[in-house]
């Protein structure tokens, strides 16, 4: 993988841990787990223009599990959508970076979400408005594992298969963990991969750590469903919390939970080893 | 196309919507979570298959589809029985539509007893209550057709989140050719003196055919129709009532919520007058014509006499 991204993924992880920090608590678990993809896509696949943040071909990325949005703010800063500094106004009165994803606060966020479920029908929205339209750009999406419980993720997969949306590429960060317990322990999705075939889409499932991996996967996506017509589901296998240790260490504990100060250091250090 | 008054609501709709989805550079999309047989959409469903689309019975998904299609630029209406876009989905209207500010129109028919024979789970009552509180949304409710005709254009051209209380028959004709609306602003049918009825929907009609009671009473009745709830046109509201000093809301939904709730906060809070009203009472809907229910539900001419009486006895 090229350094810029490799960097990108470091950068991200630095990022999540100094806008989470900034306010001492937050869905730290789930924004590391998405790291990755998110320096995929930013640094290598999205087509965007930092300046023009709603330049009407660009891709978008709706991230449908909202609460992640320090992941993606921290890759938009990262990106050149907005200054670093702003990380450190997370959750603060007026800021521009509220916990969940808004898009009327934040350059760069292409949809509003965090009432789980209902983001990706947003992706599928967009979608149909680019064929609509004729453009030939993507959108992508990431949705939750705990987030696939909620019906509204599969009506959207029905109308996404029946609409032959070939611009459109879902991943899901399943990493098996929700803020009560294991995926596995209160509602299991299994066979995920089975489901979203069943459902009519191209489905990979790849380490979600790998950044060659996920660029590759991204690659395939693109070629399957322009060949078939059908969108694309690339499930990534991730661990919540990836590459903080106190983090992974605990589990879906880490959710959302407490930074200090010296914690933030600590994962900094070792996210840029 | 037939003439304006003899049409039913729902073929005006669909004539607004083709002359929009026809145009070449338009942003008008129509989704449908399969009661497009119900609105007649189906032939614009045919003619214009890459804009109008039906998503299956799967309404938070139409909804948060039609958020998806706002944010890329277009004007989605969505259309379903009311109680389907409203309750069932309240979520989604208020995150993916109203919270995330997109431009989509809701298409809600049937609204309270004209659901008739598919009775009490087909029959919003609570609708405009649950909407009501909710920002950037508006919540009309069309009168008769020359209205409704001046109101779609209005509709397109706000930008933001309209909830559409859509009759489906033919409507009683209220209101001349000629006539001139404005989506924001409540109109006076007819001046009087003695008492303001507030009425929305189909209850305009029935608070006409009272107030002619009322005259050989010797009552002079103000008839004021409120097609649009939210924001409400408080002005209209508190210049009625200055000149008559009592109130009546009649409306076609449950009291709480609904005109009666929009209409007394604005005299609570600006003019307090006697208030009484004419609406669904604690009681689910049911099946019936629409005779039965208005008679069931305390819907009727009499019902506007009596409250009117009431009001004006308070004084």
């Known amino acids: ?273 | 196309m037939a003439e304006l008054k003899a049409m039913e609501m729902r073929e005006v709709l669909v004539a607004f919507l083709d002359t929009e989805l026809s145009k070449e550079k338009g942003n008008v999309v129509l989704l449908e979570a399969d009661l497009a047989s119900c609105s007649k959409t189906v032939p614009l469903m045919k003619k214009y298959p890459d804009k109008v689309i039906n998503v299956g019975i799967a309404e938070q998904n139409m909804c948060g589809a039609a958020a998806g299609l706002s944010a890329y630029g277009f004007v989605p209406f969505i259309h379903s029985f009311g109680p389907f876009v409203t309750r069932r989905i309240a979520d989604q209207l208020m995150i993916s539509v109203c919270y995330a500010k997109q431009n989509v129109k809701i298409i809600g028919s049937d609204p309270g007893i004209a659901a008739e024979l598919n009775g009490g789970t087909h029959m919003p009552l609570e609708d405009i209550g649950m909407l009501r509180s909710i920002p950037n949304i508006v919540i009309y409710e069309p009168t008769d057709n020359v209205e409704f005709a001046q109101a779609l254009p209005q509709i397109l051209a706000y930008k933001g989140a309209v909830y559409v209380r859509m009759f489906r028959k033919v409507p009683s004709p209220i209101f001349e050719e000629g006539y001139k609306f404005d989506l924001f602003k409540a109109n006076v049918l007819k001046p009087g003196k003695d008492v303001s009825i507030f009425a929305s929907g189909v209850m305009v009609q029935t608070a006409v055919n009272a107030a002619k009671l009322l005259e050989e009473e010797g009552i002079n009745a103000e008839i004021v129709v409120v097609p649009t709830v939210k924001p409400i046109d408080a002005a209209a509201i508190i210049k009625s009532v200055k000149k008559t000093g009592a109130a009546v809301t009649a409306e076609n939904h449950n009291v709480i919520g609904g005109l009666r709730s929009a209409v007394a906060e604005v005299l609570a809070e600006n003019y307090p007058a006697p208030l009484t009203s004419v609406g669904v009472k604690e009681k689910f809907g049911e099946v019936g014509k629409i005779g039965y229910l208005r008679k069931a539900f305390n819907l009727e001419e009499a019902d506007i006499v009596a409250a009117a009486k009431a009001a004006i006895a308070r004084k």
């Not at chain 1, 106004?89 to 007026?94: C, K, P, V």
């Not at chain 1, 469903?225 to 919540?240: D, R």
Request: net charge positive.
């Open chain 1, 1 to 273: 993988m090229e350094e810029k991204v490799v960097n990108l993924a470091k950068e991200i992880r630095t990022n999540i841990l100094d806008c989470i920090g900034s306010i001492g608590s937050g869905h730290i678990g789930g924004c590391l787990s998405i790291a990755d993809v998110l320096a995929v896509l930013y640094g290598k696949r999205l087509k965007y223009r930092a300046a023009k943040p709603k330049l009407e071909t660009r891709d978008r990325l709706v991230l449908s599990k909202g609460h992640a949005g320090p992941a993606l703010y921290s890759a938009l800063a990262a990106s050149g959508f907005f200054p670093r500094e702003t990380l450190l106004t997370l959750n603060q009165g007026g800021t521009k970076l509220p916990s969940h994803c808004d898009m009327n606060k934040t350059p760069g966020v292409d949809m509003t979400a965090g009432s789980l479920g209902q983001g990706f029908s947003c992706a599928v929205g967009m979608a149909i408005g680019s064929k609509i339209k004729g453009h030939s750009n993507t959108i992508y999406s990431i949705i939750g594992d705990g987030e696939s419980q909620e019906g509204q993720i599969w009506e959207a997969a029905m109308l996404a298969s029946q609409k032959k949306l070939s611009n459109l590429i879902a991943f899901t960060d399943y990493n098996h963990c929700q803020i009560d317990g294991t995926v596995e322990d209160i509602n299991d999705i299994a066979p995920l991969n089975k489901k979203w075939e069943a459902f009519g889409f191209n489905v990979q499932s790849i380490d979600g750590h790998d950044l060659d991996a996920i660029d590759k996967a991204i690659a395939k996506a693109k070629s399957k469903n322009k060949k078939n017509g059908k969108p694309s589901m690339v499930i990534l296998n991730t661990k919540k919390g990836k590459g903080v240790s106190y983090a992974e260490s605990i589990g879906f504990k880490c959710h959302s939970m407490s930074l200090t100060k010296d914690m933030v250091e600590a994962g900094k250090k070792e996210v840029n080893a």
